[in-house]
């Protein structure tokens, strides 16, 4: 029987949850796998993804400090990745000697809006953080047709080059903006510090929902600060799952069944 070679490599990576999806998925689907996690330096990441491929592996999830730079390794790019300049899923073809790259991590977080009826369409939507993960959601936003779609970031002039990136979609600046806000998106790390605030001066109300793709075994930061204007807070653990199936299904053309991976999640991670 195939036992499937598969990891995920990052830095730092031990505390990934991505071996303990994977796992779920092959005992729900019956494919053997065998996946692990890799702590790989940016120096040796061509060379480590390139002999990965060579020897027999099967497919890798990409996470921090690598998804723009694991583009170099790959022979094929798909639209999303070429759109974003980032991958989060290679997959091994022709025994190794083609790779090809893939970005879940947007469609994972639309099917996550989906399971939680979270509308998109027509609703004003406001993104904070302009870094890897806030670049590989708005593109899967903008085709859902929102009415406005503002970023906003510490760091105002990455905000630019954000809007520069997509000059197909129209971006707002928050100080540009001041509608009733439907839903304000966590795509910082600004929370991992322990606490959270952000200056969002008005617009928000008791409807607003609260979406931080950050995630944890307790609530977030960024949904504890939310607390005070709603009680319509959502984690990014869907999206983390949802962006695993799609990767597990690009490797295997089948969505493995997602219900209830959350729970087990928590449970190896007490
Ligand atoms: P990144 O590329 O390093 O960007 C980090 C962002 O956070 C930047 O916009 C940065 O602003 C901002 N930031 C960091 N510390 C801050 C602080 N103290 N105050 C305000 N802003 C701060 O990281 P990323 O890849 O975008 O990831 C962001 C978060 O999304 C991470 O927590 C990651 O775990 C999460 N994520 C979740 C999923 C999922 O599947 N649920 C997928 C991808 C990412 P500056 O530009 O000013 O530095």
């Known amino acids: 029987m195939t036992i499937f070679k598969l990891g995920v490599v990052g830095q730092p990576i031990k505390h990934s949850l991505s071996p303990i999806i994977h796992q779920e998925f092959s005992i729900r689907t019956g494919i053997q796998l065998q996946y692990d996690a890799y702590e790989v330096p940016p120096e ?6 390139t002999n990965f491929f060579k ?4 497919g890798l999830n990409i996470t921090l400090p690598h998804k723009k730079a694991c583009i170099a390794s790959a022979h094929v790019l798909s639209k999303d990745v070429e759109l974003l300049s980032a991958a989060n899923t290679l997959t091994g073809k022709e025994g190794g000697k083609k790779i090809v790259a893939d970005s879940t991590d947007g469609a994972g977080f639309i099917r996550d809006c989906e399971d939680k009826n979270i509308q998109i369409l027509n609703k004003n939507i406001i993104i904070l953080g302009a870094g890897g993960a806030s670049q590989s959601i708005i593109p899967s936003i903008a085709k859902l047709g929102p009415a406005k779609l503002v970023v906003d970031n510490r760091t105002k002039n990455k905000t630019n080059s954000l809007f520069n990136q997509f000059p197909e979609i129209p971006l707002l600046d928050l100080d540009n903006f001041n509608g009733p806000i439907d839903m304000v998106i966590n795509a910082t790390s600004a929370g991992l510090a322990g606490s959270f605030d952000w200056d969002i001066i008005h617009g928000l109300d008791k409807e607003t929902i609260f979406y931080d793709l950050s995630y944890g075994p307790s609530e977030t930061p960024f949904l504890q600060w939310a607390s005070s204007y709603s009680t319509h807070k959502f ?5 983390l799952i949802f962006q695993a199936a799609y990767s597990f ?12 991976i959350k729970e087990i999640l928590f449970k190896n991670n007490d």
């Open 44 to 49: 040796a990441l061509d060379g480590f993804i």
């Open 55 to 58: 020897d027999g592996g099967h």
């Open 235 to 239: 984690d990014g653990i869907g999206m």
């Open 249 to 260: 299904e690009l490797w295997f053309d089948i969505a493995p069944p997602t219900k209830h």
